[in-house]
């Protein structure tokens, strides 16, 4: 049997792009997607911090570097330059694979430059 666990995430990204007419899907600096373990044309998961928004859509390539994170295409109406989001994948895997299985976490700071990286969360505590 297999089970959909996180793969990746980029954690706090900031919408540098809202393009409504362009190709839909999300554009994300290519160094970004390298760190995250993330490919071009992959699924991804969109959560708006700023709005509540949940949506998804795929991944395109933006120049490495740049710091880019645009939502292009209908997503563009979900989103507003300056938003706070997280882009999540999601793999499908079996327990033997699960047993070695680490999340790419990448947290990111408001201008889209890496303030760190993990493959666990701590655990939550009673607050």
């Given at each position: 049997m297999l089970s959909t666990f996180l793969k990746a995430k980029l954690h706090m990204g900031s919408v540098t792009q809202a393009e409504l007419w362009y190709d839909g899907s999300c554009a994300i600096d290519s160094d970004l997607l390298k760190l995250a373990g993330m490919r071009e044309f992959e699924q991804i998961d969109i959560y708006n911090v700023s709005n509540?928004?949940?949506?998804?859509?795929?991944?395109?390539?933006?120049?490495?570097?740049?710091?880019?994170?645009?939502?292009?295409g209908a997503a563009a109406r979900l989103c507003q330059v300056g938003d706070r989001i997280i882009i999540a994948t999601y793999g499908h895997f079996t327990e033997q694979q699960l047993a070695e299985h680490q999340p790419k976490l990448v947290y990111l700071n408001q201008d889209n430059s890496v303030e760190r990286t993990a493959n666990t969360i701590p655990v939550q505590l009673v607050g």
């Open positions: 509540g928004e949940r949506f998804s859509t795929y991944i395109i390539c933006a120049e490495a570097g740049s710091g880019t994170i645009s939502i292009n």
